[in-house]
């Protein structure tokens, strides 16, 4: 295992800026946010452009550990955004591409196949795909989750803890989801409202023993340092990307 470093922890940065601060952490790698509405780079503009925004990363000098896409057009221009991110994914020798699940309460058979769609798309290129757990939708539950995995051929999970410990499934053992788990991306998380990223140990995220249940999994890939920077933040961003970085170090 090694940590990454999202770069939605710089987001009121350019992105080769946010790319440079996270090389000057000394963060092995990044985990590329390719948001619809985000601040870096779009699903839209990787489409128009691929070897544009390739020869933007590789001029930035940090490899890429994960890419984090949302995208949130029509299906088929989402299908064709999501070709051209995992292009973009291959060129950038990325092993993971990870995508939101369909909200709570979508019809789930229906989630199944848009999710074996994209994920042939993802294998053509060479890279996996996995869905990410998220409280606001289908893999809000554990079971959901687990259950996406064993429907759809080639498909893992993108564990974010922080959702299962202020969704509606807190209390539920995360033990099934760890052998399908192929990315992860962390910050420390409080139970009460407005907790959802909090400073570093002031939290309740058992990083020691996340990292334990990782293991014994043979889990070896990226942990993704997931702080991310906000206008409204009572505490800057900054400090705390490096304080669980260390604090992961410490751990693996």
Known sequence: MYVACSTLGFA?????EAL???REMQFPK???AVHADGPHVTPAEVAADPGKVAQRLKAAGVPLAAVHAVITTTRGEAVDQLRA???L???MTVPVLTVPAAPRGADFDAETRRLRDW???AEAEGVMLTVETHSETVTGDPAGAAELCRRVPGLGLTLDPSHYLVGPHAATDLEPLYPLVRHV???????GPGQFQVRVGQGEIEFGRLLGHLDRCGYDRALTVDIRECPDDPFPAGPEVRKLKYLLESLI
């Open 12 to 16: 009121g940065r350019p992105l080769d």
């Open 119 to 121: 994920a042939r798309v």
């Open 185 to 191: 991306r962390l910050r420390d998380t409080g139970p």
């Open 30 to 32: 990044a985990d590329l």
């Open 85 to 87: 991110v995992a292009r």
């Open 89 to 91: 994914a291959r060129v």
């Open 20 to 22: 440079r601060s996270i």
